[in-house]
């Protein structure tokens, strides 16, 4: 039993999500194993190291390996609560279904050291349904085991699903400060749960029921989607009919119940662009809103390809920079980000035309062979007389007018409104006069 004695925790999958929330965790007091499947991961953890940027997580991690509350191995050992993270990606089935495999070996392995008492608790972004799934696969590995809904009497461990929120550039914060949706298999596992998180969270934690938290994540990523596309709807209607996008939405946002998202060169990343997948692929004929949401976003990207390929074809002896790859401001998140597909098409079109700043990370692997080079912002500012805003990192936001003034800029992100427009540009397509 749990009662104020700290809890063992293991935590399945160091990823993004699982190495973090293993460290607050340590932080709070608990001893914690974290389970990876890559030994590289494991040992550059047990050294007091991290494999992945983000704000603050090294000192973090550095200092509870240090004090030796927090453990990476890829062996599972016993433990009181198991925090599962690992990826559920899709299917390569290509009809975008979600894969949840490494949930359910993450949850065999669990099976393998389960004892009465523990708690399971899911937090990868999964399907409706995968809690229940994960629970009755382990009633198959463990015969030996009473489980929740499958037994009349007290079940010997407790099984929930509780979804992460954070967002990458803030995630120790948001881990810690964010409200927490609990979902159990039944009342009595969500409130097992809930005595976990509260260890560490000091978000309100709301209990519920397993397929209802499942849902909820989904619902929260679909939500963000259907209202960026939205914006991103507006910035392809305003190049068409020639206004300025962000105009407009500045001033339809004066109004006391419009909130308008900010347009973009897509959508990117590994939960918005994908999760809402997750909900077409349970009811394809129930979410015309949320696949067309999806496929709007996707075109966005191809559009701002087609934009600029005609600048860059409009103005045939300028050399050409792509200002930023990552997914979305400060961050050195490259995975499926639009910037970096925009980038990598313009590289493949025009070669050495094309010059790439992004201070987060270097080029990767599509843009060899295309001639394409990584530059710095200073170099791009004095040689490149076409610059293509893809990314709306700090550094290339405080970049004053003077620098810019003379050049022709495709904004994707409207980080510069005082560029003056030509009389022809279209949204997006500011022209410095
Ligand atoms: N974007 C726009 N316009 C906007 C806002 C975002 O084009 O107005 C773009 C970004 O540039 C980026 C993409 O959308 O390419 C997603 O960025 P994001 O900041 O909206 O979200 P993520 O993917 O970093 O994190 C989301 C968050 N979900 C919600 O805000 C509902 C986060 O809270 C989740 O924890 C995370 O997904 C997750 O892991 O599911």
Redesign the pocket.
């Known amino acids: 039993m749990m009662g104020d004695v700290k809890p063992d925790v293991c935590v399945v999958g160091l990823g993004y999500i699982g190495l973090p929330t293993a460290a607050i965790i340590a932080r709070a007091g608990c001893k914690v194993l974290g389970l990876d499947v890559s030994q590289h991961v494991v040992d550059t953890i047990n050294r007091g190291e991290i494999h992945i940027e983000e704000v603050d997580l090294d000192g973090l991690v550095h200092g509870v390996v240090q004090r030796g509350l927090l453990r990476a191995s890829t062996q599972i050992e016993p433990a009181d609560v198991f925090v599962i993270a690992v990826p559920t990606p899709f299917a390569k089935d290509g009809h975008h279904t979600p894969d949840i495999s490494y949930v359910l070996s993450a949850a065999t392995q669990v099976a393998a050291v389960l004892k009465a008492g523990d708690t399971v608790i899911l937090e990868s ?1 999964s399907p409706v349904g995968t809690t229940q799934q994960m629970r009755d696969l382990m009633v198959g590995l463990r015969p030996d085991l009473k489980f929740p809904g499958k037994t009349k009497e007290t079940p010997d461990v407790s099984i929930a699903y509780c979804p ?5 550039g803030r995630i120790l914060e948001e881990l810690t400060n964010n409200d927490r949706s609990i979902g159990g298999i039944t009342p009595r596992c969500a409130r097992k749960a809930l005595a976990f998180y509260k260890r560490f969270v000091r978000g309100t934690c709301v209990t519920t029921d397993a397929r209802s938290a499942e849902m909820t994540k989904l619902v ?2 679909a ?2 989607d259907v209202n ?1 596309a939205f ?1 991103n709807e507006l910035s392809m209607v305003a190049d068409k009919m020639g206004l300025d996008v962000w105009e407009v939405i500045r001033l339809a946002n004066r109004h006391p119940r419009v909130n308008i ?4 060169p897509g ?3 590994h ?2 662009a994908v ?1 809402p997948w997750f909900i077409v692929s349970s009811a394809p004929e129930q979410t015309p809103l949320i696949r067309t949401a999806r496929n709007v976003n996707d075109g966005k990207m191809h559009h701002v390809v087609k934009q600029a390929a005609s600048l860059v074809e409009a103005n045939p002896h300028a050399k050409v920079a792509c200002l930023g790859l990552a ?2 401001a400060n961050i050195d998140d490259f995975r499926e980000s ?1 910037a970096r597909y925009v980038a990598a098409s313009l590289a493949r079109q025009f070669g050495s035309r094309i010059h790439v700043v992004e201070p987060y990370g270097a080029l990767p692997r599509e843009f060899e062979g295309t001639g394409a080079v990584q530059i710095d912002v200073d170099t791009a500012l004095e040689e490149c007389d076409v610059l293509i805003v893809l990314v709306d990192h700090d550094v290339f936001k405080v970049i004053p007018l003077a620098e810019r003034s003379g050049k022709v800029v495709y904004d994707t992100r409207g980080i510069w409104p005082d560029q003056p427009s030509a009389e022809t540009a279209s949204a997006g397509l500011r022209l410095a006069s």
């Open positions: 972004t992460e929120r954070v967002l990458p929260e990523n939500y963000r960026i914006a998202l900010q347009p973009g959508v990117g990343g939960c918005i999760d997914f979305k639009p």
